[in-house]
């Protein structure tokens, strides 16, 4: 029961919140969202994740805010039209320190944000385009987004199948699927 409360939560706190101001370097800035589940069956459902203490929640955005040619840093994607929206808390016991992690399969690199000590119940959410390198095929692109800690790199590796529209993309399909570095 308390694990469907906790769903329950995440999903009425994810629908509450708003878009943020860009802080200075470029992202929006991290807000409360906890999660628990698998694949979403499409763009703009969420999907809650549990991976080796953490909790992932993974949306995808059909938007045209997100492209190569976007207004705001945290809007730049290599796929026109595709944003993602990857949030975090942790949910195992403390750790020493973590950093967040983002990147295309092969190339993922610390994002900046980083956590000494980790607690129980530490949180972050970055919505923003895909990783330079993530589009992997005309139909496919894939991004990565986790934390690295003192037993390594945990994570989820978002896997979005694209149908072109127009001058952009559209997402028909997302898989969420466990990733370790």
Not at 16 to 32: D, I, R, Y
Not at 97 to 123: L, N, R, Y
Not at 152 to 180: C, F, M, P, Q
Request: glycine share 14%.
């Amino acid at each position: 029961m308390g694990h469907l409360l906790v769903a329950v939560a995440a999903l009425l706190s994810s629908v509450a919140c708003s878009q943020a101001e860009l802080s200075p370097q470029g992202t929006k800035p991290p807000s409360q969202e906890p999660g628990s589940a698998t694949t979403a069956p499409g763009a703009g459902a969420l999907t809650l994740t549990d991976v080796d203490g953490y909790r992932f929640e993974v949306g995808v955005r059909n938007d045209p805010t997100f492209g190569p040619d976007a207004a705001a840093p945290w809007a730049w994607s290599p796929v026109g039209g595709i944003g993602v929206r990857c949030g975090w808390t942790r949910i195992g016991p403390p750790v020493e320190s973590a950093v967040e992690i983002w990147g295309a399969p092969g190339d993922v690199q610390p994002s900046g944000a980083g956590f000494a000590p980790m607690d129980t119940g530490a949180h972050s959410l970055r919505e923003s385009g895909l990783p330079r390198n993530a589009l992997l095929a005309s139909d496919r692109a894939e991004a990565v987004c986790g934390l690295r800690d003192g037993a390594g790199d945990h994570g989820v590796r978002i896997v979005v199948i694209l149908e072109r529209r127009g001058s952009g993309y559209a997402a028909t399909k997302t898989n969420v699927l466990l990733w370790r570095g």
